[in-house]
């Protein structure tokens, strides 16, 4: 079973910045999206942003303008730099990888990343 590792969350001050690295265990084939989720304590798990195989790139509201995924096609790996951070980006960040054909979908997540946004 291939499994996503992030790393490089941490505590930070308010309006600091962090860069989430994911790098997969082993070797993943035809995937087409990889993105970042986030869950804070009682909250549910919500997307923040994610980048397609071919470059397109969406992210939450809630994040536009702050934060930038990035990814190396090559490598499976996906980046996401956060600029400006509040204490409402406090949270476990979980990385993920959608990957297959036309008729099934393999998924692939990361067991997560703490960030704590706290002066």
């Known amino acids: 079973q291939v499994q996503l590792v992030e790393s490089g969350g941490g505590l930070v001050q308010p309006g600091g910045s962090l860069r989430l690295s994911c790098v997969p265990s082993g070797s993943i084939f035809n995937v087409y999206s990889m993105g970042w989720y986030r869950q804070a304590p009682g909250k549910h798990r919500e997307v923040v942003a994610h980048i397609t195989s071919g470059g397109s790139i969406n992210y939450s509201d809630s994040v536009k303008g702050r934060f930038t995924i990035s990814r190396d096609n090559a490598k499976n790996t996906v980046y996401l730099e956060m600029n400006s951070l509040k204490p409402e980006d406090t949270a476990v960040y979980y990385c993920?990888?959608?990957?297959?054909?036309?008729?099934?979908?393999?998924?692939?997540w990361g067991e997560g990343t703490l960030v704590t946004v706290s002066s």
């Open positions: 993920h990888a959608a990957a297959g054909g036309y008729d099934y979908v393999l998924d692939y």
